[in-house]
């Protein structure tokens, strides 16, 4: 064969191969939702926690992410109808199960009552002094609360919002993750320091999880990358460069 022939072949080859990984690379731009969920998911320019710890997964799996933010009941039903997408800082539900596939545990987390007087140790002591508590709208922590009878409840969308509420005295408690409150009221400017944190509740997994499309090749390059991640020391820098 002659050899402009052979060469001809080779770069052909050569650039079926490119066009190939070229358009493969394409595909991996996923999209990711998260809700506004300080300090876990904060915004586009803040970031926080769980986005921080998403962009370490997506670099150990090899995949671009389209990481965009929406109120956090919508985000839910953003990935539930966008195929092939996924979505992080979320709690595991059986409802939710049934509708998304659940990939990899990012972050644990500790719910408590938050006030600025009396502690709250107990959903038995908050009913039984008829508190009005604060609770992040469509949370898994809102449904937690009507299970252990408690019904006053003021169901608010941001923690900026709440934690105003909480230092008007609008609200006498708000049951949330306590690394928020903490990290929420500092950045609201008030004093962190007169928090009073319950002992803690309900313990939680932030998932990250994914639309039923999701496929079993990816699902299982997403799990083995953030197992990776759990044992990589930039997790925990990250992790406590929100809570200093």
Do not use: C
């Not at 409802?95 to 990939?103: C, G, M, N, Q």
């Not at 409840?153 to 408690?173: F, K, P, S, Y």
């Not at 990250?208 to 953030?226: D, E, G």
Request: glycine share 6%.
């Amino acid at each position: 064969m002659p050899i402009l022939r052979i060469l001809g072949h080779v770069l052909l080859g050569a650039s079926l191969y490119a066009a190939f990984t070229a358009g493969a690379r394409s595909q991996d731009k996923i999209i990711a939702y998260t809700g506004f969920l300080p300090p876990l998911s904060i915004n586009a320019e803040e970031r926080g926690i769980s986005v921080e710890i998403m962009e370490l997964v997506a670099k150990e799996a090899d995949i671009e992410l389209d990481i965009r933010f929406a109120p956090w009941k919508r985000a839910q039903l953003l990935v539930e109808n966008t195929p092939g997408s996924l979505i992080f800082s979320l709690a595991y539900t059986r409802k939710r199960s049934e509708k998304l596939k659940y990939i990899a545990p990012l972050i644990y987390t500790e719910s408590a009552f938050i006030t600025l007087d009396e502690q709250i140790d107990s959903f038995e002591q908050a009913l039984a002094d008829n508190k009005v508590i604060g609770v992040h709208l469509g949370s898994q922590r809102a449904r937690i609360l009507r299970r252990n009878g408690l019904t006053n409840l003021t169901e608010i969308a941001t923690a900026e919002q709440m934690a105003r509420m909480l230092q008007a005295g609008r609200v006498d408690a708000w049951y949330t993750i306590s690394m928020r409150a903490s990290y929420i009221t500092r950045k609201q400017g008030f004093d962190h320091t007169r928090l009073q944190v319950g002992a803690p509740l309900s313990h939680g997994v932030q998932w990250l999880a994914a639309n039923k499309s999701v496929s079993p090749a990816l699902k299982a390059r997403l799990s083995k990358a953030v197992s990776k991640v759990w044992r990589d020391p930039r997790y925990w820098q990250i992790v406590d460069s929100y809570l200093q």
